[in-house]
């Protein structure tokens, strides 16, 4: 067993330091650019150009991608409820695609959520913060109505299911009514996006260190992603150290 683990090993090496080097090249690429940006001035006019173009879209873009993402899911919702309407109550396959599509739904209220927080966080940019943030703030009941009907129907379909999306506590009263299987999926969905937030923060840090030479938008930036970076290891390790003891 241990020669096989060192096998391996040696096997693997080679690759990593590979993919180390390619990535170290790329950034010292990307740096190199960045640099001769910023002693060129283009950085400078870049960053006018993006505050002007910010300024421009941050008063549309609340209702815009609300009534796109939003009307999508709301059409979803209907069709779901549609089909749910005409079901036997047997058909595992129908039931099966009911889910799918409220999944979706809810998927798109999630995307209209990060959308809105978005331009709320640029609503300094615009002549009509007020404006925005009305628009903020019906966007969010719109997505937490949403998000309520959505549920309803899931519930409906499985009656097993408890808690309200009005609930504080409504994860964790969802997740103990659901059985070992769906479990198993939730965990399996948790790793992946454990593991796509991770590279997601890891990529964050390099782009935001590289930028950070020729826009000077200093270490809180980065701070904040290695905050999350740090959030999400420590929660893993602790989660799984709680786990095996509970075995």
Sequence with gaps: MKDQVARENRKALPKFFGTVLLFALLG???????????FSGLAGRA??????????????GIPVSSTVLLGIGLGLYCSAKGRYGRWDGEDEDTAEGIEVTLSYA??????ATVVDFFFLSAVFLCDVPLVTTIFFLVSIVLVILLQQKAI???????????????????????????DEAEKAQMGQAAYQAFRVATGTCLALWVVLTVLNFSFDIGLLPVLMVLI???????TYCLTCIRLSRSK
């Excluded at 809810?106 to 995307?111: K, N, R, Y």
Aim: charge should be neutral; hydrophobic fraction near 45%.
């Design 28 to 38: 010292g690429v990307g740096g190199f650019l960045v640099s001769i940006a910023g």
């Design 47 to 60: 960053a006018e150009g993006l505050v002007e173009l910010l300024g421009t879209v941050v008063p549309w």
């Design 106 to 111: 809810l998927l798109l209220t999630a995307l």
């Design 152 to 178: 309803d129907l899931s519930r409906r379909m499985n009656p097993e299911k408890q808690g309200s999306v009005y609930d504080v506590k409504f994860q964790k009263k969802w997740m103990d009514s659901c």
């Design 228 to 234: 999350i970076y740090g959030a999400l290891q420590v």
